[in-house]
T-cell receptor, first 112, second 109 residues
Framework: GEDVEQSLFLSVREGDSSVINCTYT??????LYWYKQEPGAGLQLLTY?????DMKQDQRLTVLLNKKDKHLSLRIADTQTGDSAIYFC????????????FGIGTKLQVIP | DVKVTQSSRYLVKRTGEKVFLECVQD?????MFWYRQDPGLGLRLIYF???????EKGDIPEGYSVSREKKERFSLILESASTNQTSMYLC????????FGPGTRLTVL
């Protein structure tokens, strides 16, 4: 089955850029997502990218996809303390019943 | 605005009790999911449903069952709760991307 890997922890200073990385194994992945989870809350969809795209930008968020290396990244520009959360990479395969495989989540700590 | 609601935010039950976790979505989605989230393990899929009265086992279905009698409602059932089922339970529904409820933190004593 699909395997999605992320590092567990990232610490950045307020105002710096954060880059959260994710690798996956199945090259037939069609949609790739980034979710954010704040303490005590459910997951909130931040952004997504189709597998036929290399980059997507949405305000402070930039998603980069390297299909050859099966590598996905999320860059947050001008990181704020409100960005402190757990970020999940998730991959959707075509076919099947809309099953999505999630990474373990990267905890982003923003230092004031 | 899309909405997935879960019946309780916090729940405390005793070992051996039967536990019902309810999830309701208002987006007319056919697909619904139950996950549990544990530190260091991320999200693990318990069961999912792609239609009323249809269900499929996820990665960790043991000790759980589900019910989908109506399209908008997907229930997770712990037949006999055990302490290792203490966890955060997350419900989601989807057309493409998954929309999540706020989660239920279940403690089994």
């Amino acid at each position: 089955g699909e395997d999605v890997e992320q590092s567990l922890f990232l610490s950045v200073r307020e105002g710096d850029s954060s880059v959260i990385n994710c690798t996956y194994t199945d090259s037939s992945s069609t949609y790739l997502y980034w979710y954010k989870q704040e303490p005590g809350a459910g997951l909130q969809l931040l952004t997504y990218i189709f597998s036929n795209m290399d980059m997507k930008q949405d305000q402070r968020l930039t998603v980069l996809l390297n299909k050859k290396d099966k590598h996905l990244s999320l860059r947050i520009a001008d990181t704020q303390t409100g960005d402190s959360a757990i970020y999940f990479c998730a991959v959707f395969l075509s076919g099947g019943y809309q099953k999505v495989t999630f990474g373990i989540g990267t905890k982003l700590q923003v230092i004031p | 605005d899309v909405k997935v609601t879960q019946s309780s935010r916090y729940l405390v039950k005793r070992t051996g009790e039967k536990v019902f976790l309810e999830c309701v979505q208002d987006m007319d989605h056919e697909n619904m999911f139950w996950y549990r989230q544990d530190p260091g393990l991320g999200l693990r899929l318990i069961y999912f449903s792609y239609d009323v009265k249809m269900k499929e086992k996820g990665d960790i279905p043991e000790g759980y069952s589900v019910s989908r009698e109506k399209k908008e409602r997907f229930s997770l059932i712990l037949e006999s709760a055990s302490t290792n089922q203490t966890s955060m339970y997350l419900c989601a529904s989807s057309f493409n991307e998954q929309f999540f409820g706020p989660g239920t933190r279940l403690t089994v004593l």
